[in-house]
């Protein structure tokens, strides 16, 4: 009898969580996708999500570390100004023009990125995290109220 692992490999899961990221990302950009802002978590959502882990065990700390770190990985190779990717597509264009592109281009563009990609992480942490969390505030509030309550009796002979 030959016994198989129980779990993937490491390289196995790193490859899933690539794939489902690029997944992710494709679906943000179409239109008809159902993936919005109540699916997606700026640092509060990501912080909270944590915790929830921590409470789970460092089975579970690790592997929001890796799922956070490989999103991350893969977001700054994005060729957006401000990101790794962004650079490289400044270099790239760069060389196939046979000269750098002007200073003072890449400093607006990087400006107007690094403003679009900070007012993203507002926008999600407002409308998502803080919104959700709100929610689940009044949520548990309602649970513990209708625990706390007593039950009415029933009047007799009505």
Do not use: C
Not at 17 to 43: N, W
Not at 103 to 120: D, E, P
């Amino acid at each position: 009898t030959s016994f198989g692992l129980v779990h993937t490999n490491p390289l196995e899961q790193l490859y899933g969580q690539i794939r489902m990221t690029l997944r992710v990302f494709v679906s943000l950009i179409q239109p008809r996708s159902d993936i919005g802002i109540s699916k997606l978590s700026g640092p509060v959502g990501i912080g909270r999500i944590y915790w929830d882990a921590s409470k789970a065990g460092i089975r579970y700390v690790l592997w929001m570390a890796i799922l956070v770190n490989v999103n991350l990985a893969i977001f700054n190779l994005l060729p957006i100004p401000v990101l790794d990717g962004g650079h490289m597509l400044f270099a790239t264009i760069g060389k196939l023009r046979g000269r750098a592109l002007p200073m003072n281009f890449i400093a607006a563009t990087q400006s107007v990125f690094i403003v679009l990609l900070f007012s993203m992480m507002i926008y999600v942490t407002v409308f998502g995290d803080i919104r959700r969390w709100a929610r689940d505030i009044r949520a548990d509030a309602q649970a513990r109220e209708a625990v706390a309550e007593p039950a009415k009796p029933a009047e007799a002979g009505k």
